[in-house]
């Protein structure tokens, strides 16, 4: 699973951008509600992309990155809400949606390439 690492990396980095974005919410904002639950989807993708690495087979490795990149968009949903509510600027939306959308497109071809390979 060597050509995964790259995504592992990128959802680990991410993960610890969403923490550090959850108690800017938190301590800085008093935002409490919001703030828990782009902490839960954001912090969703890398848990699942493990999961799928140690999967059993490879159509479980596409169930697992297949939840890990819906967690993903709505992550990008809970990010928007947050910047448009004025929770986070537009350069801080910026900045971590960036990742969040590569995340996305990388998880995307990785399902593609596996659906296409099982035939599904």
Do not use: P
Not at 40 to 66: H, M, T, V
Request: proline fraction near 0%.
């Amino acid at each position: 699973m060597a050509k995964y690492n790259i995504l592992q990396e990128k959802s680990f980095a991410f993960a610890v951008r969403i923490v550090n974005l959850y108690k800017y919410l938190c301590e800085d904002k008093k935002e409490f509600v919001l703030s828990k639950q782009i902490l839960r989807s954001g912090i969703s993708f890398g848990a699942n992309l493990e999961e799928g690495i140690g999967a059993q087979s490879e159509k479980d490795f596409l169930s697992k990155i297949s939840i890990a990149y819906k967690e993903a968009r709505e992550t990008i949903y809970w990010l928007k809400l947050l910047n448009t509510t004025n929770y986070i600027s537009e350069e801080q939306f910026h900045s971590i949606n960036i990742d969040a959308e590569e995340i996305c497109k990388i998880a995307a071809k990785i399902i593609i390439t596996l659906k296409n390979k099982l035939k599904l």
